[in-house]
């Protein structure tokens, strides 16, 4: 038996519930400017819309760990599967936005569970010189899915165009949103049907008992002579806990735990905290800010997809070779500097509508824009705000983007620059890092309870970045909302500086002795 090659293709099958939580988080980036239109949204409701699945996310991480913890590992990402495949369905189907809410909101459950589930399992199975590449596996399936969603939507927005008879007949020109959440559906599937090749957790098969089945899935990974010494491992880490029914919630915050759980906080808040899911689930929105179009916009949302899953790569040949804490003060060092680039593209930017560019704009809008013509505007914000008082708050949602083109004056190179800066950034840092030290932090026997409270932290931080982000642009301007992202970034760049130590190559029951005091 191939044991490295084995632990590899089982650690891809079980990382695959993050190909699906990357490819609705960039779904949504194509779905959002359709439903705000056919479900008459305003800005707060559309980042509802957006948030929602990831506010329950927030509550299925609290009880996946311990979940996980009762039945194992493999049995709630087989339930995570079926979940992902009902919610694409029913949202793809969904009559009106309640509906389309319960059903993002199920998708929630699978998304939460599996973003908990499948690094600790992945951490659980592979040798520590190994164990940050190979946990990494669960980012580098996220930003896949993050691209493939980034191409399908184009795709299927592409076809609009198209004057094929099954264009129409399929509807994917009149529901093309639907047929980007439809398609969901399929990898959910293949999802469910390749874990019946994963066996248990050998951790998880101990912590219950079962030393002869632990053995024999461990020899699957490693050698004999490393299966010996690795039960021995597990059998001294779970001597704490001999005999307990359950780990009380209260254990993680005892002083031992007062490191760890710091660290995992502060990393948790800081991925979400600086905007990525404000980039990755409003893409096209954010580059049609700059003036580029629908069209180009998601082209341009392609390129962020294709840079992610790039720099993604470059992390997992890095992070053990030199080390998560190098990687993290490189990247978030490179966020700090690519928001601040951001703020200062969009703060230089001036809206002023000619003559000229009235006649290319929608023939609806050209009849009451004239009181606009040749005014100047120094922000995002006025000029919009004037759009909606001549418009209506529906026609200037409606017609945005071609509005924003005809009038802005900037460099839109520099927002592209700034975009796809900050992404590498947080792919090769951020991203795969975080959930590296989740699974590494904590001991084993609260391990199931710690990661799914700070990944409940994590996506609480995320729900409400991707809640406010359109409300944040309307109110504060684009500017003024990277410059935000920039300073938390800042901030968390000292406490990682401060607060973090070094934990590749380590055992995971090394890293207790060493962390857990």
């Keep these: ?28 980036s194509g779905v959002n400017k359709f439903i705000q239109i056919d479900f008459n949204l305003t800005d707060l409701q559309l980042g509802f819309s957006v948030s929602s699945l990831t506010i329950v996310a927030a509550l299925a991480m609290m009880i996946s760990g311990p979940l996980s913890d009762k039945l194992g590992r493999k049995l709630v990402l087989k339930f995570c599967a079926l979940i992902f495949t009902v ?3 029913g949202s793809a189907f969904a009559p009106g936005f309640t509906s389309f809410l319960l059903f993002r909101m199920l998708g929630g459950l699978g998304v939460g569970a599996s973003l908990i589930v499948a690094p600790m399992y992945i951490a659980e199975i592979a040798p520590a010189s190994k164990r940050g590449r190979l946990v990494s596996f669960n980012q580098l399936n996220i930003v896949l899915g993050i691209t493939i969603a980034f191409f399908t939507n184009y795709y299927i927005l592409s076809l609009a165009d198209s004057t094929s008879s099954w264009v129409s007949t399929y509807g994917l020109v009149a529901h093309n949103w639907r047929w980007m959440l439809g398609i969901e559906a399929l990898p959910a599937i293949v999802y469910f049907l390749a874990l019946f090749s994963v066996p248990n957790s050998p951790r998880w098969l101990m912590s219950k008992g079962d030393e002869s089945r632990a053995t024999a899935v ?7 002579e490393e299966t010996s010494e690795e039960i021995s491992a597990i ?12 780990t009380p919630f209260s254990e993680l915050f005892k002083p031992a735990m007062r490191l760890v759980l710091t660290i995992g906080i502060v990393v948790s808040v800081l991925q979400q905290i600086t905007g990525i899911n404000a980039v990755f689930f409003y893409a096209p929105m954010i580059f049609e800010q700059s003036g580029i179009g629908t069209n180009a916009s998601f082209i341009q949302a392609v390129l962020v997809g294709i840079t992610n899953l790039l720099f993604t790569v470059i992390a997992m040949a890095l992070i053990d070779r030199i080390g998560r804490k190098p990687l993290l003060v490189a990247g978030v060092s490179g966020i700090v500097l ?17 003559n000229n560019q009235v006649a290319s704009l929608d023939v609806a809008i050209q009849e009451n824009i004239g009181p606009l013509i040749d005014v100047p505007f120094s922000n995002d914000v006025a000029y919009k705000s004037a759009l909606q008082e001549v418009l209506g708050m529906e026609q200037a949602k409606m017609h945005e983007s071609e509005l924003i083109k005809a009038a802005i004056h900037m460099n839109p190179t520099l927002i592209l620059v700034g975009i796809i800066g900050f992404v590498a950034c947080f792919a090769v840092s951020l991203g795969p890092v975080m959930w590296v030290l989740f699974s590494e932090l904590f001991p ?3 391990r199931g309870i710690a990661i799914s409270f700070v990944g409940f932290i994590n996506s609480g931080v995320s729900a409400l970045v991707q809640f406010v982000f359109p409300w944040e642009l309307s109110s504060l301007g684009s500017a003024a909302t990277f410059m935000i992202y920039g300073i938390f970034a800042f901030i968390g760049l000292l406490c990682i500086v401060r607060l973090l130590p070094e934990t590749k190559g380590k055992s995971l029951e090394e890293l207790e002795l060493e962390l857990v005091k």
């Design 1 to 28: 038996m191939n044991q490295a090659g084995y632990t590899t293709r089982i650690a891809l099958t079980v990382a695959l519930g993050g190909f699906l939580m990357g490819f609705d988080a960039s779904v949504i």
């Design 87 to 89: 919610s694409a369905v």
């Design 218 to 224: 461990l020899h699957k990974f490693i050698s004999i």
């Design 235 to 246: 059998q001294k880490a779970l001597s704490d806990v001999k005999g307990a029914k359950k």
């Design 338 to 354: 690519f928001m601040a680039l951001l703020s200062y593209g969009f703060s230089s930017a001036t809206y002023t509508v000619g």
């Design 444 to 446: 084993l026997k609260i």
